[in-house]
Each structure stands twice: as C-alpha cells, then as structure tokens.
DNA sequence: TTTTTTTGTCCCGCGTAAGCCAAAAAATAA
DNA sequence: TTATTTTTTGGCTTACGCGGGACAAAAAAA
C-alpha cells in the first residue's frame, strides 16, 4: 500500500502538517517577496501561526529572507516540486470531498479510493469507512434506525467489536423486504448493536403494508413501542440503491418499474424513489421512518458507491435531508461530472 | 524523490509521529492482552503519552480492548505490516545514527543517504546537511574556526545566504596549505562568514611552520590577533582526510609518506595524524589550533564521507575530542561494519 | 477471596501557541 | 533628498492545551 495512504490512515495530522508547510512554501514562491503577515492573510491563518512554521522552514534553509520579505531558497525550490505531488497524491480524494461537500450542501463527504463496480474490495472499503465514522460519531444515548441492503450488511460486518460497551440502541429504520435474511434491517441491526456494544429492537413486520393493515399492526404492543422508538431515532443510517434495483427486489412487476423510470426515478432510499432532483416519485407505505420524520433526525448518513449509483446518489443527496455521505472515488468522480454537466447546462438555458 | 525522504527533510517531526504509533502496535501485537502500563515501561514513555496513542488508535479502529488488556483488530495488523516496510525505509539511516552514536560515544552522528566515491553529488548532500546543521546550531558570540579541504569548501560553497545577520566570527584554524586557493581555510572561512552573514578574520600563514619562526611571525601584531582569537573558538569545524591523501598534499615525499603508513596512519584532521585506536602519528607544527586548545572547544564538528574514508573516520573520532560526526551511509556503514569486526577481534582474544 | 492488571478521571504545572506591540527597513511620495 | 507610509521582523505577555502523576473502580487471574 501506498505510503501516504498508510500514513493518513495513522496519522492524517502528521499529513495535515506537511500540508501547512507546503501551503505556505507554494504561498512563498508565487508571492516572494512576501511577509509573514501576507501569507497569514492568505491562507487564512494567524500570523504567529505562520510565524511559527516560517521559523523551522527557515531554520531548515528553505526560506531565505530579509527585510523586504522572504523568498525560497533553491532548496525550497526543490522541495517544493517534490511535495507538490505527493499532496496531490494525499488530496486527490480529500480535494474532491472538500468540493462535493460544497456543491452538495452536506455536512460531510467520505470518500473511498476505488470503484465498487469494478472491485467488491471497495465496497468493502466503503463499509469500513462507514463503520470507523459510525464509531467515531455515536455517543452514549444515541438511537440509530438502520436501512437494509448489501451495502448497509457489509457495514454490519466490517464492524470490529471493539469490546467497549456502548449505550447505543440500533433499530431497523424500516420492515422486513425480499427473502435474504443477512440483508433485513432488522439482521443489520442487530448485528450493529452487536459490534457497537449497544441493544438492539426488531421491528416484525414487513417492509410495504397495505393501509388497511396498519391498525391492526399497530395494535401489537410490542411493535407499538418499537415503532415510537424509530420515530424517534437521532441518527439514520441508510443505504442508497437505484431505482431499477430496488423496484425489482421489492416484487414490482416490469410494469410499475418501467413506469417509474418514465417518472425520472433514479434513486431509492428508506422506500422512496427520487428523481435527479430529489422530488419524490413514487414512495411505499411504510410503519418505519418516513419523510415527515426526517426533518427531526439531526444527522442521516447515506451510504453508496460505484459509478452505476452516481445518479441514485445524486437524487437521494438532492433532497435536501442528506447530512453525511459516503461513497466511493468512482462514484465520487462521476458524481461530479454529472453536477459538471448540470451547471453547464444550466449556464446554457 | 522518495515520499519518506521528503517528509523527513519538511517535517521530521511528523515521521517521529507515525513511528510512535507503529512501536505502539508492534509492542501489543507481540504482548496482547497487555494495557496501557505494561506498553509504557516497554516504550520507556509516560503512561500518559501512551494513553493519548492509544485512544486514537483505538478511535480509528486499530486495536480493540477490554479489560484483559488491548490487541490488534484486523486492520491494526494490516497497518502494522504495511508500517514495518516504511519505518524500516525511514529508519535505515536514522537507527544507524543511533547506533554510531553510541558506540562511537560522540554526542550526535549525522548520516546522508549515498556514497561520496560513487556519486560526487552525495558529497554536495553531505556539505549541504552540515550547512544546515551549523546553520541550526551557531548561536550569536559563537567564534566558529574552520579547516580546509574539499569537502569544507563544498560546505562554504552550498551555504545558502540567507539575508539574516549573524553575530558569529569565522577564523581559520590553519594556515595555508598547497596551491588550490578555493580549498584554503582562509577562503572557506570568507565564504562561510558571508553565508552566515557573519565576519571573518584571515590568518596570512603557513600552515607547517618551521618551529624557529614562530616567534618572528607571531610579531605581527595583526596575525597573533588572530590567533589568539582562533584559540578562543567555542566551534570547530574540520574536514577529515585519509592520511595518505592529506601527506601528499602537504608535498611529503613519498618516503615521508611510506613511514606514515608503516606507523599506522589512517586518517588526518588539522595537521595530526591517527592511528585507528585515535593515537597521534604524526603532528604537524602549526599555528592555530593545536590539539591542548580541543579540549576548551564545546563543539567540534568532523565532517567525512565515502567508503574509502571510513578508516579515517574511525580514527579520527576515536581521538574523543570529536562530539557531532557528519558522514554519508556509504562511510557510515562501512565503519559499522570495521567496529563489528573490531569487536569480534576483541572478543576472540 | 485476594492480588494483579486493566481502564477512566481528576488536578496540576509546564510548555507553547496566540495576540499584541515596537523597532527597523524598504518602498513610495513630496 | 527627505519624509511618510507600508511592509517587514522580533520580543513580550498571556492563556489555553496537553502531558504528567496519582487515584479509584472494575474486571480478570490466581
């Protein structure tokens, strides 16, 4: 493996400050001769910051200077081309999260290297990445609603039981859907609570119910109160399929799918299907989660990747209720060749 | 250039980083279950420190634990054997400082990556890394004296002036020597005062003097300034020669030179010869820098590199005078190599 | 049951980063 | 040429953060 790659998985800070320094060695070498106080300015930091780091680049004869302003001396030069590729190396991936968390107007964008499509290793990465920020993210106290899927199962998976107790408690966000049990909300999260060492509740009913059914349902206690506890999850973890995809594995005939994909579905989340704008199309009934829901849960994390869900996670993304994504760099890159081409068009009319 | 060695030259301080976090994984992937007390005294750290280490790594998913003691995840493993290879790259040279340092009982051991025979730029590397560490080290009031040589005059030369002023006097600590007027002490002596934005005083003499005119140039006002001012240094700088080489540019005859080497002459510093135990040969006369003034200078630095050297090296510091020993890896190594054999010789007697 | 080891918490003190200000030098204008 | 302005650098003071040490609770081992 690569060795900036190691190094940002174990210690990203040690890259944050080779950043720094090549930040302010590249600010040097377009603006020399310049001051501290005009570096400050421009990388947005305060001046005894840069005073500081300008001091060792100094010391380690990378920067001359005098009173009209420093320059870089020929090692600077040298060390400067060197560096220059090795952060674009490192920030290839963390650039293109800075850039689609802009023009997605979300909280956070995680991006894995590679493309689920063509290698099931990434996708296994992207549970990974879910998992460490699913860890990272939960405090004692939290209820989290987790979606099925194979995504969301390799994420239960991935998920190294760290032995340490959490009061975490993991409900399925929606009933059960199709016939592979490792995919059920319900399998997903218990297996979660399992890993984060917190409890779980399962929610038994299935995933579409039929509105004259409801009552009924609703009328078993114990479904009562797990549903009260779904509704009121504070963090929503889901997966995001495609609309093609997901309307053939919940059972709809050829018909109703082609007549969502005339209605411009591309994306499906949680049982609802959007369009590349994050309209609803069409939505199944459901005792879990529902839009109206959403609005109150403070953070919902989507899952997807691979270049074939750029679209889906552009439509589940667009609805304006995606806090954190987390995809791959296939469907990282697509996604922004898309929102490219979206804006020129735009431009156009 | 490598990723490593650039990081090393920007940010050591961040390398030093990962490597804390690489023994910490190292020590509990060979004592799992262990805690946080047992890695401490192990790493010869505050438990404290070790703490801080452990929670984000324990954060970012590299070890798990309970109350038996932490061990590594799977992916702590991963990580751990994808470290092993970068810190062993990053650590070729840094460890063997280490080690020279310790067994050649000097206070600092500075080490470029290459070898002088082989690649005259190694030799521009090795003047360039002592530049940078007098640079690091002169302080305002220091009276640095300085040698002559190839080797110091590529240090003059790579000096790059920085524009700062310096309170520092350059001296020469010999007189002058052969024909080549860019290899005398005096020269280097101006050229390093003009890097360091220092000043300099030149001594306009011999640097074999015959013993019965002595005192007619020490009358000289003017020059026995300078020598007193020479005996005063707190920084001495020297180059290191083999003693072959050095005789015959002192213009030894070759019988003269013969006898050197018969009596066990390897390496040349400042006008003495050494035997490999440090034991003088041979002394030229001189007037500056006699070896009863090392002993009132706190910091000398020796600086030699290439294989071919590595006698020289060895004899030199084993004068004990010497305390900062800059070489490159090619001689580094090959001195390892003598001081092992020397041992085994020891022990098999 | 006792001992040993583990983890987590609390408080203290040092170190260092940050902000502020003054002096000095260069650029600019008169 | 001289004065003013705009930079620059360097020093001083403060305060926040982080490491250090001790301690208690809890769990595993003996």
């Given amino acids: 493996m690569n060795p900036i790659t ?48 300008v001091d060792v680049l100094r010391e380690r004869g990378f920067l001359i200077g005098n009173y009209a302003g420093m320059s870089l001396s020929s090692d600077g030069e040298r060390i400067l081309t060197d560096l220059r590729e090795y952060i674009r190396q490192m920030h290839g991936l963390t650039h293109l999260e800075q850039e689609l968390k802009e023009v997605l107007k979300v909280k956070k964008v995680i991006i894995v290297p590679g493309d689920s499509d063509q290698d099931m290793v990434v996708k296994q990465d992207l549970a990974k990445a879910t998992a460490r920020y699913l860890r990272q993210v939960l405090k004692n106290g939290d209820v989290l609603a987790v979606t099925g899927g194979t995504t969301l199962s390799q994420v239960a998976a991935s998920f190294p039981s760290d032995g340490t107790k959490r009061d975490v ?73 495609t609309a093609e995809e997901m309307a053939s594995r919940r059972g709809l005939d050829e018909e109703h799918v082609m007549q969502l994909i005339i209605d411009g579905a591309v994306g499906e989340a949680f049982g609802y299907y959007f369009d590349p704008k994050g309209q609803i199309v069409y939505a199944t009934s459901s005792l879990g989660v529902r839009l109206e829901d959403l609005g109150k849960i403070p953070l919902i994390v989507a899952v997807g990747g691979g270049k074939s869900k750029a679209w889906a996670v552009l439509s589940v993304v667009s609805t304006g209720y995606c806090d954190v994504c987390i995809t791959d760099e296939g469907g990282a890159r697509r996604l922004m060749s898309l929102l490219k081409h979206k804006e020129e068009h735009v431009n156009g009319n």
Same sequence: chains 1, 2.
């Fill in 6 to 53: 190691v190094m940002n998985e174990i210690a990203p800070e040690a890259l944050d400050l080779v950043e720094q320094r090549y930040l302010i060695l590249r600010t040097v070498y377009f603006m020399a001769p310049v001051g501290r106080r005009a570096i400050a300015q421009r990388l947005e930091k305060s001046e005894r910051t840069i005073r500081k780091e």
């Fill in 169 to 241: 408690i993991v409900v399925p966000a929606r009933g059960g859907l199709g016939e592979d049990v490792t995919i059920q909300a319900n399998s997903i999260a218990a297996k979660l609570a399992q890993g984060l060492g917190g409890s779980y509740r399962l929610l038994h009913a299935p995933d579409n119910v039929d509105s004259n059914l409801v009552s009924t349902i609703v009328a078993d206690p114990q479904i009562r109160d797990v549903i009260t506890l779904v509704r009121r999850a504070n963090v929503l973890l889901h997966g995001i399929g």
